[in-house]
């Protein structure tokens, strides 16, 4: 048992999963094109040519697509930093935050005008709760109700948003989006108070992207996700196993050791 918590540790603290991961997430976004998307006078533009991009952006055309792929990358080092436990994670969540409801908002979920706020002032109030030496809790029942609140709240925002702001409003996009926002409003507030199954949180929300994307038959997001997922749920493992991560391990990524 003491080998399974001293490898599920090494595999959260890792510097070269961390690589890979980043590696894997851009990969797979230049193979889905995400980085020809553009955003031109109140339109969405897909595979636009690298010829004709030069010319959008001197339009005032948005590089939405650029901005999605390294959002995409850095979402997952943050992921990963939280997963150690460094506040550095948080820190660039709040960035990605503002960069990610940006991009939703031009695709046509709307409701990030609201949603995505929300998020924002979670993962800010994470950054100062980490800053205080937050530890890892036990699980009790503010964290069930935090996750099932979450829910709630992701299904009721999303609507009002929808309502106010218009855009799409089919109802399978509907329901997607309210499950991933209300289990990723939970998760990120039980993140910012350290429940030890803050990513059994996330392990759910990657299997809905999981399934979501088996649906879309999208292999490349299928591959992302598998990588999440087993991510999320050997962090999960270790945050149990091995509770708090001394500050000196938690700043070694620093140094670049292992």
């Known amino acids: 048992m003491i080998h399974l918590k001293k490898a599920v540790r090494s595999f959260v603290q890792s510097k070269y999963l961390d690589l890979f991961g980043a590696a894997l997430v851009l990969v797979i976004s230049i193979y889905n094109q995400y980085h020809l998307t553009y955003y031109f006078q109140g339109n969405v533009k897909f595979d636009v040519p690298f010829s004709e991009q030069i010319a959008l952006i001197k339009q005032g055309?948005?590089?939405?697509?650029?901005?999605?792929?390294?959002?995409?990358?850095?979402?997952?080092?943050?992921?990963?930093?939280?997963?150690?436990?460094?506040?550095?994670?948080?820190?660039?969540?709040?960035?990605?935050?503002?960069?990610?409801?940006?991009?939703?908002?031009?695709?046509?979920?709307?409701?990030?005008?609201?949603?995505?706020?929300?998020?924002?002032?979670?993962?800010?109030?994470?950054?100062?709760?980490?800053k205080k030496g937050e530890k890892i809790r036990k699980i009790d029942f503010n964290y069930y109700l935090i996750n099932s609140v979450g829910l709630v709240l992701g299904y009721l925002l999303v609507y009002i948003g929808t309502e106010i702001f218009g855009?799409?409003?089919?109802?399978?996009?509907?329901?997607?989006?309210?499950?991933?926002?209300?289990?990723s409003l939970g998760a990120n507030f039980s993140s910012a108070l350290k429940y030890e199954t803050t990513f059994l949180s996330w392990t759910i929300y990657n299997v809905v992207q999981l399934i979501k994307a088996f649906l879309q038959l999208n292999i490349a997001n299928i591959a992302k996700y598998i990588f999440y997922m087993i991510n999320a749920a050997i962090?999960?493992?270790?945050?149990?196993?091995?509770r708090d991560v001394r500050k000196k391990a938690a700043l070694s990524y620093l140094k670049f050791k292992n």
């Open 167 to 183: 855009g799409r409003n089919d109802l399978l996009f509907f329901n997607i989006v309210s499950i991933t926002f209300g289990l």
């Open 61 to 130: 055309a948005f590089p939405l697509g650029i901005f999605s792929t390294i959002g995409a990358v850095f979402s997952l080092l943050s992921t990963r930093f939280v997963g150690k436990q460094n506040n550095v994670g948080n820190i660039i969540g709040v960035f990605t935050t503002i960069n990610s409801g940006t991009i939703d908002y031009f695709l046509g979920n709307h409701s990030a005008a609201i949603t995505y706020p929300l998020t924002f002032i979670i993962t800010y109030f994470a950054v100062i709760k980490w």
């Open 235 to 242: 962090t999960l493992g270790d945050w149990i196993w091995n």
